[in-house]
DNA sequence: GTGGTTCACTAAATCGATTTAGTAACAGAC
DNA sequence: GTCTGTTACTAAATCGATTTAGTGAACCAC
């Protein structure tokens, strides 16, 4: 980056101002002059200093992520990736980049939104993981920082958000699993701190409650693997064990079918299970998982899109909420044991300890 | 940021660049000065504007990664989350940050590049995946960028590389299954363009040689599940199937062992399989998956590290080599079959055709 | 007391673009 | 011929920091 827009100025004959207006696209140069100026540029091989760009223009031309995980779990969510690769599909089209931040302590995320924000490093941010209560709200007005959320906060936020109608799929799961014959359907939900967990286990509520079930078999786990194993753990060693589980992931899902097997139980035979994400793995599974597969990369065009409206102020400010994810039904969900039908606790169960995995 | 140098400059009754010497810790101001300096920066809240100080500096105080890798696909690799973790602990130390940006059709890796390059976006890159015949290195000879490679290329590359010795995770992984008595042992390998493909292919060969066993059971595949199913079906459609498989992943692991699994095989039993990369699924695969694990975490701290020292001026140019990766053993793996032992074909076998998942 | 040196600080240049204000040339109207 | 208006362009200001050159003042040496 040798190549200034002086050395074309000067190699064109011309004035810096004539360089910027040919190069824009503005008037103020006849077309032959803005031809020759156009010429030499490309001759130099001449790109306008974004550097130079940004503190004139007071844009960083970057939007931010940050993603708040503990470092050793992020590579088992298979959100992420997916959900950046569609932030970039919007970005490639415009002038701008993804600046990345990983807060794996807790209380880092706080300082990593500062970091983006302070030097102006990045002209807004699309908040992930939102949860009930979110703090970074508040947080990202002081800054001044413009944002986009994944789930509209419970607190009052003037960013727009870009929602999953992931209720959809769960309820989707749910009438699956009763028109399989199951009447004892639990869910280990993720922490209920985000909407996501919360609105997943209100989903599984609402379709047991228009279905006339009980919706007590809830276990609460953190969308890791042994959460998912714990909570499973928890469920299968009541009286009134579940015959089957809704997960609010795949991963957990996945681990509480391991922890079912290795306990003697077998999948779909005396418990069915259903995850969430539709993981590449879980069609490999033994059995094969059913799941729900929603549209990460459509999320993160999406949610790009809106954040750079909202910047050039095309934005009408409305929230966007996108098509439902679908059920996709495989071997790990069947017919509900016959000898489970009288949902009569005890009688022909074995008991299921919950010391270890 | 509306604050600027200048208004704390004037509040605090001293030219601006008192302000900058007094901020940056460099003598030419008395102690109480710079003192007062600092307190009324504190009060106003001023952070120096980063595209001020990156014009003035020629600095874009941000490293690049440029992943290529078909959007379905990303989701499916532990390997990147985990890695970008990593060079996020070393960044959050300076006053650097990452811009990732995602090609995903082939052909728009160069033009990531590109991006970063052209306006001064990054101050370097890391290249992941690297491959044999790297065309890469020569781009970014020719932009000037600085770079540290995973693996070094089979091109002269100037760029100095951190290469993980996955070798030895292989090596070992080899040994296991030949102490359990396998003679037949496959090897389900990634695109061998990569490095990390060819590698991995080498230390099998290499292990089985040493033991004086045939390297002739190897497929290619892509580091995919179908890849891993396809190049898992035309080995144990051969009349001297393996009685194990040494996979270069372990989702194409996964999905090996589920075709194995649903084509009758019993795993171990029948047959024994090893993935690489330790994901969080594997350990509840069923069976749990024997498997190798690499240290990506560290893999990335490393190499932001390097880079940084290089743009610094203080790396000695030298390549780093990481530990050694650690074999998992879990249940995919256990003693040859008895009737397999003594090597002839057919015998009691049963066939396998390759025909459908 | 003159010359030299250090210290603390300011004024101004600089990075590379965009943008504003200004100017020269020319055309058309009257 | 003068006035107005448009066109095509240049010169200079600007963004916010760092850095260089320069300026008084104090201090020391001889």
Redesign the pocket.
Known sequence: MAV???DVASAA??????V??A??GHA???DQ?RQRILDTAKTLG?T??LR??S????KAYALGLVIAREAKLLGSDPFFPAFIAGVETTLEKHEYTLVLTVATEPGAEERCYRKLADGGRVDGVILTDVRHDDSRIALLRRLGLPAVTLSRPAVPSPFPAVCMDDAAGITAAVEHLISLGHTRIAHVGGAQVYIHGRSRRRAWESALSAAGLATDLFAEADFTAPGGVAATARLLARKDRPTAIVYANDLMATAGQSYAQTHGLNVPADLSITGYDNAQFARYLNPPLTTIAADPLAWGRQAAAMLLAQLDGTHDGGDLVLGPPRLVLRGSTGAVPPHAVPAVAGGRYQHISTAGT
């Open positions: 200034t827009i002086s004959g011309v004035s810096k101002g004539a910027s207006l190069l824009n103020g140069v006849g002059t001449w306008p200093s130079a760009k503190l004139r223009s007071a």
